[in-house]
Structures are given as C-alpha cells and as structure tokens.
C-alpha cells in the first residue's frame, strides 16, 4: 500500500477510486457515546460495509437503547466498565465522546486494546501530549476519526494527485462560505475554543495529508457579533510550506443571506492540472447538496478543459468507512500504514495550537507614514 489510503492507483480513462480496502476479517465494535455522530455517521457507515457492532454505552443509557434498537446493536451496556467486560475478543472500542472526555475513558480499556478516538484528539495541545502518553503506555493500537482524509471524494483527489496526472502539487484552497447551525452542538457554548478545534481541524488535518508537516502557521480566528456566546465562528489562515506553494483555509459559517453567494469547496492545483471539489454536506447542513468533482488536466496546445468525475457517497457517512477499515487493516497486519494514528493524529493538534497562537499574538504593526 503506497499511502495508507488505497492499495492501488487508477487513471485510465478517469474512473477513479473512491472507496477504501477493507479488512480481510472484520472486527467487532463496542461503542463508548451515543450522540449525533454516532447515529448520523458511524453507525450508518459501519452497516453499509457490514461492520459488526457488538455493543454500545453511553452515560445516557436511553439514548443508547434508541439507537441500539434502530441499527439492531444486540448489547447495551449499563456502564464503560460493563462494557469493557462485555466485549468480545478483537473488539475495537470506538470512542465517540467529547474532546474534554477522553481522557476520562481511556485509563478504562483494557492494555493493548485496538481503539478509535473521536476527534479532536483532546481540547488543546496539551491534553493531545496526555492522550498520546496515555496510548503508548497502555499499547494501544490507537487513531483518531479524522474521516475527511477518506471521503470519497477525497481519495478521488487523493487518486489523482498520487498518479502524477496533475503535476507537482503547489496550492491547495478551501474556502467557506456557509451558515453553520451551530445550535445542533450545545456543547459548544461557553467553551474556549470552537471554530479552529472542532471544525477547521478537519482542513488542517487535510493539507497535512497532502502537504507533509508546514514550517508554521499564520491565523486569525474571530467572533461573530451576534454569537457571543461562542468562542470562534470564523477562521482565516495560511499553512506556510515555503515560498512557492500557497495553502490556505477560509471559514465565514455566518453567511446568512441566503444560498446564492454561500459556497464551500477545496481545490488543489499542480504544474499541469487543478481539481475543487464542492463539499455538498456544508451547504443546507445537515440536509446538505450533493458534492461535485471536477478537474483539470492541461494538453499542449489545447485550451483548459474541465472534467467530471461522478462521485459515489459523501463525507457523511462514507469517510468514517475510511478511518474504521484503516485501523482494523493495521490491526490485523494487511496494511503496514494508520494514516491516522495517534503519532500523526498529535502533528494536527500542534498544528491547531500554532494556528490559536498566531492568532492571539496579533499581526504585524503597520509602520509610521
């Protein structure tokens, strides 16, 4: 496998590959946490490509029993620790709970245990060092649910960059321009640090998986004057990787005036072709558009011409497909990569960390005229 991400490469006549390898033997899954991402995107992931989930708990057992009920999960635990016990052999624990939670689960699983982190890995750079300690004391064979690298579209992308077809990779761009309902996420409210850490992560953790680790990181993150409440609603910031690649990400999500000028896309161009891609799901979330991709290959003596690619499934719930058959692959030893390994996973997080740094630090004073 060349990357992690798919076991071979296709390009002939542009039909390119979209979904990711799975495990020769599936594993079964306990669930720790039974909120909206579970039930949106990985329990509906998982039974697309027959993942067998064996259990689920939550501190909220009801809420468990409904979704328990509603994707036919045999066993819901009354506590972690029932659940631990409950297990079977092989199990993967897929942790989906809050940033601020995690580490209140982990000294839980048992040593050596397969698990997979919700993201962020943590609130903050430090509780990121806290997590990895934590894994690697305990030998966990761990990665943290940065799905994005595995949506479809996304190894699409990842397809035709790595068969040369664009050139050398020198930009990539993703911009929004979205009205995000922020209320669907009430734990958001009131926290520190929100836009760059439980959104925006996603396109840094992106341009890493593309781009390698930059040199630093200029940002800036900023309120909206009508959501105080929140701590960050809007990002701009620019992923420095020297002087001839440009890497940048732009996220307004309080664009409310309506559909028309709203968009939301990440494009990548080389030295002899370009791809965007829409990201359908941002658009009307979580009902959201259907994702487009498009790209550009340059002929000599030929003017631009840009393509389609149909495009099979989305971010939701195709990618966490992805970060689920990637883990289990490594685990079972027929893939010798985790692209989202705790090890890389902590990469994005100082990231992250730089990106509230330069922010708080300020711009360059504009000099005396």
Aim: proline content about 6%.
């Amino acid at each position: 496998m060349k990357n992690g991400y798919l076991g071979r490469v296709r390009v002939e006549g542009r039909n390119l590959l979209q979904s990711p390898d799975l495990p020769k033997v599936k594993r079964p899954i306990v669930l720790v946490g039974a909120g909206g991402i579970v039930r949106d995107a990985h329990l509906p992931a998982y039974a697309q490509v027959g993942f067998p989930v064996a259990g689920i708990t939550d501190l909220d057992r009801g809420r468990a029993e409904v979704l328990a009920g509603r994707f036919g999960i045999p066993k819901v635990f009354a506590s972690l620790d029932e659940a631990i016990a409950g297990a079977p052999t092989d199990v993967v624990y897929d942790v989906a709970v809050p940033a601020g939670a995690i580490l209140d689960v982990l000294p839980h699983l048992p040593r050596g245990a397969v698990v997979l982190i919700q993201k962020p890995m943590g609130e903050n750079l430090d509780q990121a060092r806290r997590i990895l300690a934590l894994c690697r004391e305990r030998g966990f064979t761990a990665a943290v649910n940065f799905q994005l690298r595995f949506a479809p579209f996304m190894l699409a992308a990842r397809n035709l960059i790595d068969s040369g077809a664009i050139g050398e990779l020198h930009g990539m761009e993703v911009r929004l321009t979205i009205n995000t309902p922020w209320q669907l996420w009430d734990f958001l409210f009131g926290i520190p640090r929100v836009e760059i850490v439980y959104h925006s992560i996603h396109y840094f953790d992106l341009i890493r998986s593309f781009f390698g680790d930059p040199s630093g990181v200029y940002a800036r993150t900023v309120t909206h004057p009508e959501k105080r409440q929140l701590a960050s609603t809007r990002t701009v910031a620019v992923v420095d990787y020297g002087d001839d690649r440009l890497v940048g990400v732009w996220a307004n999500h309080d664009h409310a005036f309506g559909r028309k000028h709203q968009e939301s896309y990440v494009k990548w161009e080389g030295t002899r072709g370009a791809i965007k891609v829409k990201l359908g799901l941002l658009l009307d979330y979580p009902k959201g558009e259907p994702d487009e991709f498009e790209y550009c290959i340059l002929e000599d003596g030929r003017e631009p011409v840009w393509q389609t690619e149909r495009i099979t499934g989305s971010w939701f719930p195709e990618a966490f497909v992805g970060t689920m058959a990637s883990l289990q692959r490594f685990a079972e030893g027929s893939a010798s990569v985790l692209p989202t390994s705790v090890e890389d996973a902590i990469r994005t997080m100082a990231l992250v960390e730089a990106a509230y740094q330069s922010s708080a630090a300020g711009a360059t004073p504009i000099p005396a005229t």
